[in-house]
């Protein structure tokens, strides 16, 4: 896989969704993670989409590698994004999912194959690359999803409660295959999850959204601990409530 530095810039960017209207700013070195916490509605996966480019901001810069890709169409973007629903087309069996990573009409390489076949086998999916989504359970449907984003090797990788259908057992060990990923190839991630611990499995900044912006950020360990931002422990339930 390709060694990767790309560092991530929001610069002002605006967008109106609704009556709501956003603000992001956020920098995120090459190689680095960010984990994006926040009540429901705040924005936490329309950052996502700008940065795809599955939405337009009304302004700002979105950066990645020190180059504006604002006007770039999404398939020119230097971005993979994994989603909670997997996106798999139900026609085609495992491995030409996948394969759809490394060439959209399927027109594999045997250097392509090859990086398909490793991807199932790190996603534990080897002996299963025939089947059909519709055989796969939901777990093993996301982890496909996955595997498509290891084949693209892109240097920004966003994950839009990507692990949310997976059990706690599986969750962790494919947090751990990014993070491996991570280690190898100097992606720069930026994940959303409602499972804020999930941020302690990386060397993460935290960004905690709100009302359409970022009002708290910082390590996730000062961020998740006891002495952490007080809207982050109200957020999470673990703000203590002393008795009168």
Do not use: C, W
């Not at 990086?115 to 939901?138: C, F, N, Q, Y």
């Not at 950020?217 to 931002?229: E, R, T, V, Y």
């Amino acid at each position: 896989m390709t060694r990767h530095n790309a560092a991530l810039t929001l610069d002002n960017v605006r967008f109106s969704f609704g009556q709501t209207e956003m603000l992001f700013n956020l920098q995120l070195a090459a190689g680095e993670t960010g984990v994006i916490v926040g009540p429901s509605g705040s924005g936490k996966s329309t950052m996502l989409n700008l940065i795809a480019g599955f939405e337009t901001p009304k302004s700002g810069h979105i950066l990645i590698g020190g180059e504006a890709i604002d006007t770039a169409p999404p398939s020119d973007r230097p971005v993979t994004m994994v989603f909670q629903e997997n996106n798999l087309f139900a026609h085609l069996d495992v491995f030409s999912n996948i394969g759809l990573g490394r060439s959209p009409a399927l027109k594999l390489t045997e250097q392509d194959k090859a990086a398909i076949r490793t991807a199932i086998d790190r996603v534990e999916l080897t002996g299963k690359e025939h089947r059909k989504p519709e055989e796969l359970s939901g777990g093993e449907r996301q982890r496909v999803a996955i595997a498509r984003a290891l084949v693209r090797d892109k240097p920004v990788l966003l994950l839009d409660e990507a692990f949310a259908s997976l059990g706690p057992a599986l969750r962790q060990q494919m947090l751990d295959l990014i993070a491996a990923l991570q280690r190898e190839t100097g992606i720069t991630i930026l994940m959303v999850t409602h499972t804020p611990e999930d941020a302690l499995r990386f060397s993460s900044t935290v960004f905690f959204l709100k009302d359409g912006e970022i009002k708290e950020q910082g390590d996730a360990n000062i961020m998740l601990s006891a002495s952490g931002p007080q809207a982050i422990r109200d957020y999470m339930g673990t703000t203590e409530h002393k008795s009168s």
